[in-house]
């Protein structure tokens, strides 16, 4: 993809199996995208899902493969992409305040002037009156916008999303799912979503990869033709479940049915 922002190529990553031989966790995968995409990236659990961020986020580094930012390799160099994990991770002695200011505290920024710029836009983030509680205060969906709002802070372009939203119930989760392509689109983020599933790739994605089980491969892809401008009441129509029968179809039999032509 000629105008990628974020390409990823020909990652193979194995690691050493317990009392046996090496275990290939990924193989061969490549996937590429443009500057304020969002794409999910859906397939069984232990696939190999949260290796690939972890090599995307410069935390581990793959036998073999590239991954570029811009142009630049970032391979085994942590930093150059924002990462919210499955678990919000907020410290529970400090302040919802102190929390998301964590990332800008830790990159040399001073507290007064990391405070002010997280301040703006605690309304936002539906946590305005809620600065000096404690996480444990908090509700799930609270919790998770805070994580995201930390993740924010970062100030980075590309983010990572690992199931933010998994151990939420479902009316939170359809909730926080709209709410999170508002936030998306008002900060002009490049968004990749690790999920479970179809509803919440097909809703939030440009583009949806369906991956394989291990070692993880990419089985297919759906190029998600809905309007971006999207509501919850989308899911309901006759073209979102012509998305999903095709994600579904991938994730099951590897093949598109015949009705779903042109989605991939």
Same mark, same amino acid.
């Given at each position: !993809?000629?105008?990628?922002?974020?390409?990823?190529?020909?990652?193979?990553?194995?690691? $050493?199996?317990? $009392?046996?031989?090496?275990?290939?966790?990924?193989?061969?995968?490549?996937?590429?995208?443009?500057?304020?995409?969002?794409?999910?990236?859906?397939?069984?659990?232990?696939?190999?899902?949260?290796?690939?961020?972890?090599?995307?986020?410069?935390?581990?580094?793959?036998?073999?493969?590239?991954?570029?930012?811009?142009?630049?390799?970032?391979?085994?160099?942590?930093?150059?992409?924002?990462?919210?994990?499955?678990?919000?991770?907020?410290?529970?002695?400090?302040?919802?305040?102190?929390?998301?200011?964590?990332?800008?505290?830790?990159?040399?920024?001073?507290?007064?002037?990391?405070?002010?710029?997280?301040?703006?836009?605690?309304?936002?983030?539906?946590?305005?009156?809620?600065?000096?509680?404690?996480?444990?205060?908090?509700?799930?969906? !609270?919790?998770?916008?805070?994580?995201?709002?930390?993740?924010?802070?970062?100030?980075?372009?590309?983010?990572?999303?690992?199931?933010?939203?998994?151990?939420?119930?479902?009316?939170?989760?359809?909730?926080?799912?709209?709410?999170?392509?508002?936030?998306?689109?008002?900060?002009?983020?490049?968004?990749?979503?690790?999920?479970?599933?179809?509803?919440?790739?097909?809703?939030?994605?440009?583009?949806?990869?369906?991956?394989?089980?291990?070692?993880?491969?990419?089985?297919?892809?759906?190029?998600?033709?809905?309007?971006?401008?999207?509501?919850?009441?989308?899911?309901?129509?006759?073209?979102?479940?012509?998305?999903?029968?095709?994600?579904?179809?991938?994730?099951?039999?590897?093949?598109?049915?015949?009705?779903?032509?042109?989605?991939?």
């Amino acid at each position: !993809m000629a105008d990628a922002r974020l390409e990823v190529s020909n990652l193979h990553f194995s690691y $050493d199996g317990d $009392d046996g031989p090496r275990v290939t966790a990924i193989e061969d995968v490549s996937f590429s995208l443009r500057r304020s995409e969002f794409v999910s990236i859906i397939g069984p659990s232990g696939c190999g899902k949260s290796t690939l961020f972890n090599i995307i986020g410069g935390l581990l580094t793959p036998d073999t493969g590239t991954v570029t930012l811009d142009g630049a390799d970032i391979v085994g160099r942590p930093g150059n992409v924002a990462y919210m994990m499955q678990r919000d991770l907020l410290l529970p002695w400090r302040s919802v305040l102190d929390n998301v200011i964590l990332a800008p505290e830790l990159a040399g920024q001073s507290r007064s002037q990391a405070r002010e710029k997280a301040r703006a836009l605690l309304r936002r983030f539906g946590l305005d009156g809620f600065e000096e509680s404690y996480p444990a205060a908090l509700s799930g969906g !609270m919790r998770q916008r805070a994580a995201l709002l930390r993740t924010i802070l970062c100030e980075r372009s590309v983010i990572l999303l690992d199931e933010p939203f998994g151990a939420l119930d479902a009316l939170t989760r359809a909730a926080m799912s709209e709410w999170l392509l508002g936030i998306q689109h008002e900060f002009d983020r490049t968004m990749i979503l690790i999920t479970h599933d179809p509803d919440d790739a097909v809703y939030l994605s440009n583009r949806v990869y369906v991956a394989t089980a291990r070692p993880m491969r990419i089985g297919g892809v759906v190029d998600i033709q809905l309007p971006r401008d999207r509501h919850r009441d989308l899911t309901l129509t006759p073209a979102f479940a012509t998305h999903k029968k095709a994600v579904l179809a991938l994730l099951e039999n590897g093949d598109l049915p015949p009705e779903a032509g042109g989605l991939s």
